[in-house]
């Protein structure tokens, strides 16, 4: 492991991504995003908490 004082910021350690990579990223985090709050409305749903499902989906 390298010591924060080796580290440079401005290094080719990490690529940028292009645009659309970048583009496939984000839909990816967002299809994540959506699929957690399914989940979390189904949970939420089987507990009988029906109206905190209608704030989550609102």
Known sequence: MKRISDIN???S????PS???????RQERLQR???SGF???I?????GEYDMAKQLAA
Do not use: S, T, V, Y
Request: charged share 35%; hydrophobic share 25%; net charge negative.
């Open 9 to 11: 910021p401005l290094g």
């Open 13 to 16: 350690e990490r690529p940028n």
């Open 19 to 25: 645009n659309p990579e970048r583009e496939k990223l």
């Open 33 to 35: 995003e959506k699929n």
């Open 39 to 41: 989940q979390q409305l």
């Open 43 to 47: 949970e939420l749903c089987i507990l």
